[in-house]
Every structure is written in structure tokens, then in C-alpha cells.
């Protein structure tokens, strides 16, 4: 019914066939486009762009507008959760995301409650105003941080080198982190179920940090809060099915288990394998990836090579929808963003036709 005209994403998330390889590129909004750096110049904060549907929307359009990709996502971060649950988030100039009120007492954990999804209206205005200007020409990505991912950010306060608070709390007083993980997943749960409600046409689960994990505690402290989340999806919205996409970075060792939660696909970092992840579970989820970000520094000959090989291994099988194995850089040059985008798209249809 509300099929977007190009809809070659949607369909290979599904293992449908398709004419070609579609591609989008994680964070492909962002600093290494000069008119992000100008709108954010003149928004003011990360946050203000956030808060703002139109800013928000004119920003999620500009990768749009430059290279012929397959797929938007919603302009946002997976941090404006905490902010809403009242941790006080704010973006230091030149720095990371840094949070006021860290969790780091048991009252403060116990005090965690799933927050009024009001809270996050301005995210779910921004899904509204982005579908209504892609006037159905391209499919909306929803996306969401992990509970563990969440957890790791409202633990430390911000980012980390190390994550010693969290795996301090993770060894000594598991319970307490797995209350915050079923309020997490629980918040997490509501809230992408609200960005479909407003028009996201499929959801992505970033679980950034479950690779520094262990197998076990992966599957006690991450696997398990994103397959309660993958359970209480809406899986379908006004007649159209709804994929669902789980990565985790570093995650390469547990395709079969990701694979398993019932899930549509994988996103895949750029250490794995393509064609042993589609031996794997290819038969069962679409796989998403992975071309080495660090790939683009390079120069536009080994882009284009780099991006080919990734795509032989793949051959003509369904269910693949090309990305980077992680977020694009700030310093990647767009002419190698332009040669990637093209190179997928001429060589998976010169593959189609050999
Ligand atoms: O203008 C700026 O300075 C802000 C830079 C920036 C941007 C462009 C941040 C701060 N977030 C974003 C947007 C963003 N973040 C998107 C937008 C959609 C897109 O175009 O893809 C998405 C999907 C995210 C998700 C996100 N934020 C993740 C998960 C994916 C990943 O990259 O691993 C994580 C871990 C974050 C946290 C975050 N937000 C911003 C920064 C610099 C960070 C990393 C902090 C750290 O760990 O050091």
C-alpha cells in the first residue's frame, strides 16, 4: 500500500530478489558532507538539529541529494533514550556525548523507570516530517540503540576506553544491570514501536559494544534483551511487513544465535566473512554489509576493488543490502563515497547479467 517506488531495499532485507545490490551507508548524514557541517554551523549543538523535525529532515536528505543510495535514516542518535530516562545528556564541542547523572549508585538504578515516550515526541515528529519529504520515493530506516549498548553509555557517562564501570557492575552486582537492561529493552521496545507508528519502514538495533563481551555474558547481558525487543515489535504497519535488522560490532562468533531471535537480518562489521556468514544464516536473514570504513582513505581504484570483492563473494544470491561494516568517517572523501555507491550498483547489476 505505502510500498516506497524504490523499494530494493526493503526487498532484499527480505530476501527477495532484486535488479541490484541496493547500498546505504551507516551515519551517511554527517560530518564528512560540508552542507551537515553548515546547517549544524547554523542549528547550533548536535542536539538542536536533533530536536528540530525540519533540521532534522533536511539533513537526512543530504546524502540523498548527492549520492543515489538505496535507503534514509532517520536523522537522530541512539543516546537521545537516556536523555529522556533524565541522565542529562549534552555534546562537549571536539568531544563525545557526555552524561550529567551516570547510573552509579543502586538508588540511582533503582529510581530507572521506562520513560514517558512524550519525552521522545520530537524524534517521532522528525519520523513524520522525513517520510512526508522522501514523498514515498525511498524507505525510512527507524534505528535504536541495544539495551546493553544504552547501558554502556548511561554507566560510564560516555564513551569509554575501557567500559570498567560497567563490567565492575557486570561482575559484582549482575542484578542490578539487568534491571537496567529490562527497562532499557522495555523503553527500547515502545519506542521503535512508535517510529514504525510514525512511518519508519524498517528498524535497525545498533548494539555497538556487545562485541567486548564474552560469548556467555553476551548472550545473558545482549542477546537476550534484543530478542525480548525483536518478540514485542509491531512486524507490520499499514499492510507492508516491517524488517528488522540486529547488529552488534564485533558480534561475528554469534551469527547463528543473532540469527535466531527471529529477526530479518544481520547487520555484519567488516572483520566477518561475507560469503561464511551467508553459508551460515544466509538461508534464513538478509546480511548487511561490510566493506572496511577505513576503506574510503584509501584510494578510488581500491574502493571500487575492495567493494567488488565483497559483492563476488556474494554472487547473484538474494539478500543483500550493502553497507559499511560500521559509521562512515568524518574525513572520508566524498568522491570515494561517490565510486562505492556506483560500484555497487553497476557491478551487482553486471553481475545479475553474466
Ligand atoms: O555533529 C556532530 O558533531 C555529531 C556527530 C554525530 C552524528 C552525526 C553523533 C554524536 N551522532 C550522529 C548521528 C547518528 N548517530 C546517527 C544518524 C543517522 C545516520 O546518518 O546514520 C546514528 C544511526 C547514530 C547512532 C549512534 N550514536 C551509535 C550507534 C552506531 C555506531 O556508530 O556505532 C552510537 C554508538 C552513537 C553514540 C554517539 N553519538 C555521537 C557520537 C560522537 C557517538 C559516539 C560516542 C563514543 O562512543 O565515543
Not at 549508585?105 to 520513560?115: F, G, H, Q, W, Y
Not at 537492561?181 to 512508535?194: H, K, S
Not at 545473558?220 to 518478540?231: G, K
Request: charged share 20%; net charge negative; glycine share 10%.
Amino acid at each position: 500500500m505505502t510500498r516506497p517506488i524504490n523499494d530494493t531495499f526493503l526487498r532484499a532485507l527480505m530476501r527477495e530478489p532484486t535488479d541490484y545490490t541496493p547500498v546505504w551507508l551507516m551515519r551517511q548524514a554527517g560530518r564528512y558532507l560540508p552542507e551537515y557541517r553548515a546547517t549544524r554551523a547554523h542549528a547550533g549543538s548536535f542536539m538542536d538539529l536533533c530536536h528540530n523535525a525540519a533540521f532534522a529532515t533536511e539533513v537526512t536528505l543530504q546524502p540523498l541529494a548527492r549520492f543515489p543510495l538505496d535507503a534514509a535514516i532517520l536523522f537522530s542518535d541512539i543516546l537521545t533514550v537516556p536523555d529522556a530516562m533524565g541522565l542529562g545528556l549534552s555534546f562537549a564541542e571536539g568531544e563525545g556525548p557526555r552524561f550529567a547523572s551516570p547510573l552509579r549508585t543502586e538508588a540511582a538504578i533503582k529510581a530507572l523507570e521506562v520513560p514517558d515516550m512524550e519525552k521522545l515526541g520530537y524524534v517521532f515528529n522528525a519520523v513524520s516530517e522525513i517520510r512526508k519529504a522522501l514523498k514515498n520515493k525511498l524507505p525510512l530506516i527507524g534505528f535504536s540503540g541495544s539495551p546493553f549498548t544504552l547501558a554502556c553509555y548511561m554507566i560510564e557517562g560516555g564513551g569509554s576506553d575501557d567500559f570498567r564501570h560497567i563490567k565492575g557492575l557486570l561482575f559484582s552486582r549482575p542484578d542490578l544491570l539487568h534491571r537496567i537492561l529490562d527497562i532499557n529493552a522495555r523503553t527500547v521496545t515502545e519506542y521503535l514501536n512508535q517510529q514504525i507508528e510514525h512511518g519508519a519502514q524498517a528498524v535497525m538495533i545498533f548494539d555497538t559494544w556487545g562485541g567486548i563481551l564474552s560469548g556467555a555474558a553476551y548472550r545473558e547481558f545482549s542477546l537476550a534483551y534484543m530478542r525480548q525487543i525483536v518478540a514485542g515489535l509491531k512486524r507490520e504497519h499499514e499492510g507492508e511487513r516491517v524488517p528488522v535488522v540486529l547488529f552488534t560490532k564485533g558480534g561475528g562468533q554469534w551469527l547463528t544465535e543473532m540469527a535466531d531471535t527471529g529477526c530479518d537480518a544481520l547487520g555484519l562489521d567488516w572483520t566477518v566473512d561475507i560469503a561464511q556468514a551467508y553459508a551460515l544464516v544466509g538461508s534464513r536473514v538478509g546480511l548487511q554489509g561490510n566493506l572496511d570504513p577505513g576503506a574510503l582513505m584509501g584510494s578510488p581504484e581500491g574502493v571500487a576493488a575492495e567493494t567488488r570483492r565483497i559483492l563476488d563473494a556474494v554472487g547473484t544470491r538474494p539478500g543483500h543490502v550493502f553497507n559499511l561494516g560500521h559509521g562512515i568517517s568524518q574525513h572520508a572523501p566524498h568522491d570515494n563515497v561517490r565510486v562505492l555507491v556506483d560500484t555497487v550498483h553497476s557491478h551487482s547489476r553486471a553481475l545479475r547479467s553474466s
